[in-house]
């Protein structure tokens, strides 16, 4: 019995071990078939979340046009406004403060048409198809292609992007090398004109909600003539029009104010600092990985506040504040794939010695 015994456990075991082979052949096969180096549990739970990532892309990829034509009608509703309410208004009470404004205004005015047209119509910037690039410092996992240093896949383009920043819906198009400037400086111009339009017409909103406001509809819109004799109806519906237009343009200006002055202090943080958004988040992680091993992190590409700027904002080559106060269409200093860092030059600061 004994014998037996050992002879029906050997041939278990036996058996056991067989199957565990051909559980490793096949999981090798497969393996082999299907490798990939990056496959982690982050890589599995992008595969696991790629559904939902795709309905929202394609969704904001959607609505890209039409937050598009939102701010264009919001900035032209809000400009119509002031040309028909503010401007006879002004001239009405000082014919030397309506130069000025005019003057400002329309200075304003050009810049946020120049760079926000420039912003949506320029390209951020593609690494290179069909040819060597020798700059790449990983491969990217959705366009399985080189990448070059600061580059960055969106997944609403589908496409990886030189020094991407984010995607921006309202521009319906990638923030990066190539048009960061552009989308910064028409945030900067169209919250200047905001403030602008808050300056002065916070008189003619007072003048409406404190002083006689018939009084200021026909002074300030010209709309009505106190000698031609218009009816009742006519009155009231041009008050209550001329009241809606005041409330629409004073709550559109305060939450533009207020979204649009913490967007620009968060880049404005960003680009004296020397990166992205997305890099800003990679930074904090290098950093708090790093002190936790007692070591100090320092992002390659910071500067210094003033030499980040001037990066920024191209002023190279003989170009001034000139180039930022009026529309200038000159492209960012680099090529968007080579990209000097602090420790080249610290490394050149070494070799000198």
């Given at each position: 019995?004994?014998?037996?015994y050992?002879t ?9 071990e ?8 096949i999981?090798?096969?497969?393996c082999?078939?299907f490798y990939n ?5 982050y890589y ?12 929202v892309d394609?969704f ?5 046009p ?7 009608f919001l ?6 406004i002031?040309?028909?309410i ?5 001239i ?10 005019v ?12 760079h ?13 198809e069909?040819i060597l ?5 990983s491969i990217?996992?959705?366009c399985?292609?080189?990448?070059p ?8 383009c ?7 920043d984010?995607?921006c819906p ?5 923030i990066?090398h ?5 989308f ?11 403030i ?18 018939k009084?200021?509809i026909n002074?300030a819109?010209?709309?009505?003539n106190r ?6 109806t006519?009155k ?7 009241h809606?237009c005041?409330?629409?343009?004073s ?9 649009l002055g ?9 680009i004296t600092r ?7 988040h990679?930074?904090k992680?290098?950093t708090?990985r790093l002190k936790a091993?007692?070591?100090i ?11 980040n ?13 000139r180039?930022?106060l009026?529309?200038?269409?000159h492209?960012?200093?680099g ?17 000198n010695?």
């Open positions: 019995m004994a014998r037996i050992w029906v456990s050997s041939c278990g075991q036996r058996l056991l067989t199957i565990k082979k051909k559980c490793h052949l999981k090798y096969t497969i082999s078939l180096s990056f496959l982690d549990i599995i739970g992008d595969i696991c979340m790629e559904p939902l990532i795709w309905f394609h904001t990829k959607a609505l890209g039409i937050f598009v034509s939102g701010v264009i900035t032209l509703s809000v400009v119509a002031a040309y028909i503010g401007l006879p208004y002004w009405s009470h000082s014919i030397t403060v309506t130069i000025v404004a003057t400002i205004g329309h200075w304003l005015l050009v810049n946020i048409i120049f926000y047209y420039m912003a949506f119509k320029t390209s951020a910037g593609f690494p290179p069909g690039i020798q700059e790449a410092v990217c996992k959705k399985i292609a080189p990448k240093p600061r580059t960055h896949h969106c997944s609403v589908d496409h990886c992007i030189l020094k991407m984010h995607h309202w521009l319906n198009n990638c990066g190539f048009n960061h400037r552009y910064f400086l028409f945030c900067v111009y169209m919250w200047l004109g905001v602008f339009l808050m300056f002065f017409g916070w008189s003619i909103a007072w003048d409406h909600f404190f002083e006689e406001g009084e200021q002074s819109t010209g709309f009505m000698s031609t004799g218009e009816n009742n006519q009231s519906l041009l008050s209550s029009l001329y809606f005041i409330i629409y343009a709550l559109l200006c305060i939450g533009v104010f207020f979204t913490a967007l620009i202090m968060w880049h404005a943080r960003l020397g990166e992205s958004s997305i890099e800003a990679i930074n992680k290098e708090a091993v007692g070591q992190y320092r992002n390659p590409y910071n500067f210094g506040p003033k030499r700027w001037r990066l920024f904002l191209g002023l190279a080559h003989g170009r001034s504040w180039h930022v009026l529309p200038s269409a492209l960012p200093e090529d968007g794939l080579h990209w000097g860092s602090v420790n080249h030059l610290l490394s050149e600061g070494k070799d010695r």
